[in-house]
């Protein structure tokens, strides 16, 4: 089934080229992530986990969430205990959001006031999600749509899978569009002023041929945040670099990457429907448009700076000390600990921006990059 999908997309994006011409590689992209029928995201109910083509932090252990739900009751607090929304984009499998609302659980003040809603593209997540998330939760098509929004937006590995424009700087800037002559081949066309804007905005000048993505879709992704939120925090959960790490030698062919079944390759233009597309986001690009639309940036760390800020392991330890095994939880914690302090600690970022609140420190944030 997944074959014959694939083929059907291929088919599909192939009439559109011959209907329209060449189309800019952020559509290519789009269609083959979130074509209503036949996308990664919209088809694929099975895509995180063991089974699936990539692990998300949630997926890999519940304290994950213990740990930023310890931080949205710092926030809870700093705001003066209102009553508190948690909005999160994509939440997947729902995991992250069982594991929040568990610890949340034992906080009777906050939990009796709370409202948790999901913003997410997919039907067959949804259902996917609703399936363990039985009290609390309402889903939402819009941030627009959430009325009297005083809380946090939280997401975790969301902005990484927006469609991004492909730019090769040569006498001018150009952007990488998808034709289609006996496959599908790349031509560029010179990038339009958005493109152009952006890279002079952040003071970014490319040298010659260098390579890199451009992702205005999360510029109006926090406008609109910025527009829905009254008063609180944006917590943004992600792997990226800022403008300095992002835009150097190391980095001069791009960062795409796509992943099949937990194999990473370079392949856009194969696998058509049935494997992820992801590119690392510019936390510099977030933290400046932010701050245009209202959003001070109150800090930036890693992932693994963020968890043990919070006591990660020792929590990680006590959920595990039931378990009868002691040598296999033992070695479940030096397992989990390396990938989520270490290995994604490391790669991941947090970005944590704050609307209409005085500046306050927030734990997550003892570490700052």
Known sequence: MALVNSNLLSEHIIRQIQDQGPISFHDYMETCLYHPEMGYYTTNPDIIGKEGHFYTSSTLSPVFGVMIAKQLEEMWMHMGNPAFTIVEYGAGTGDLCKSILNHLKNNERMYKELRYCIIEKSPIMCNQEAKQLTEKVEWYNSIKEI?????????????????IHRVVMQQELMEVFVDHQNGFTEMLQPANQDLVNYLTE???????????????????????????????YVLTIDYG?????????????????????????????????????????????????????????????????????????????????????????AAQVAAISHTLLLEMGSKYKVLIQQKGLRSAQLSGLAYCI
């Open 147 to 163: 009325k009297d929004l005083n809380g946090c937006v939280l997401s975790n590995e969301l902005v990484d899978n927006f469609a």
């Open 202 to 232: 952040l003071n970014v000048s490319l040298p010659k041929s260098y390579s890199t993505e451009i992702n205005l879709e999360a510029l109006d992704w926090l406008a609109e945040i910025a527009s829905a939120l009254n008063k609180g």
């Open 241 to 329: 670099f800022q403008n300095s790490e992002l835009y150097n030698d190391s980095k001069s062919q791009g960062t795409l990457l796509c992943y099949y079944h937990h194999a990473i390759n370079d392949s856009p233009y194969e696998h058509i429907g049935e494997q992820d597309m992801t590119c690392h986001i510019n936390f510099s690009a977030l933290a400046h448009w932010g701050a245009k639309d209202g959003l001070a940036s109150c800090g930036l760390t890693n992932q693994g700076y963020f968890l043990m800020s919070f006591g990660f392991r020792e929590h990680l330890i006590k959920s595990l000390a039931q378990e009868k095994d002691i040598l296999g939880a």
